[in-house]
């Protein structure tokens, strides 16, 4: 398929504000989060501001980005992304390689989070834990370090409805009880009622297949 051109104007989000992004399949739902995390670069980064905890993160580069991203978002995906060679509590540490805290620190602060969230079997792999014990690793991962922005891409997409809305509940509460702002993108219908703020994303711009050169 030919890339997708996401054409965003404008985009802010408060301290503690939770937001659903919705759009339909392919729609460049993703390719927007990627790019908030400074995980692809915008095609004119010139004309591209994407401020987030007070830096543009597009000004930033290498460690330097790394660093910011590590300390400021926490991203959920869809296929929660875990490392699977390492236990449940080594992912949640992973996290913690980029924050500033102190790395004695990293693992008792692992450990309290996994145990609040309900993760009893701690040095399990992701393989040896169900799907919703997966999701809540998922979520301890993504708000260690709390950041000031949680992003969650389709963050129910694999779980079936009962485990889908206790993970919404979830990451939804831990952003509320950290005053995380959480952006969520997904085109589940039953997410609608969860979020006062909702937008899709052809409000905000537009995503079209960019040209073949």
């Known amino acids: 398929g030919l890339p997708l051109v996401v054409d965003v104007a404008d985009l802010a989000l408060t301290p503690g504000e939770q937001v659903l992004l919705t759009a339909a399949s392919g729609r460049g739902k993703s ?3 990627y790019l908030i995390a400074g995980l692809l670069e915008p095609t004119r980064p ?3 501001r994407l401020r987030i905890a007070g830096k543009d993160i597009l000004a930033l ?3 330097a980005r790394d660093l910011h991203r590590g300390r400021s978002i926490g991203m959920i995906f869809q296929t929660f992304n875990l490392l699977h060679g390492f236990t449940a509590l080594e992912n949640v540490m992973a996290a913690m390689m980029f924050s500033a805290l102190p790395r ?3 693992a008792p602060r692992a450990r309290a989070l996994l145990d609040r969230l309900g993760i009893e079997r701690q040095n399990a792999r992701p393989d040896q834990l169900s799907i919703g014990q997966q999701q809540r690793v ?3 991962r993504a708000v260690a370090c709390d950041p000031p922005l949680v992003l969650a891409d389709e963050p129910t997409a694999s779980l079936d409805p009962e485990n889908a809305r206790a993970a919404m509940d979830l990451i939804q509460h831990v952003c509320r009880e950290k005053n995380a702002a959480l952006l969520c993108v997904s085109h589940d219908p039953a997410m609608r009622d969860r979020f ?3 937008m899709a994303l052809d409000e905000l711009g537009h995503a079209t297949p960019a040209p073949t050169p």
């Open 138 to 140: 998922a979520v301890a």
């Open 61 to 63: 580069h290498g460690h």
């Open 31 to 33: 390719t927007l989060l």
């Open 46 to 48: 010139s004309s591209a």
């Open 104 to 106: 004695p620190e990293h």
């Open 196 to 198: 006062d703020r909702r």
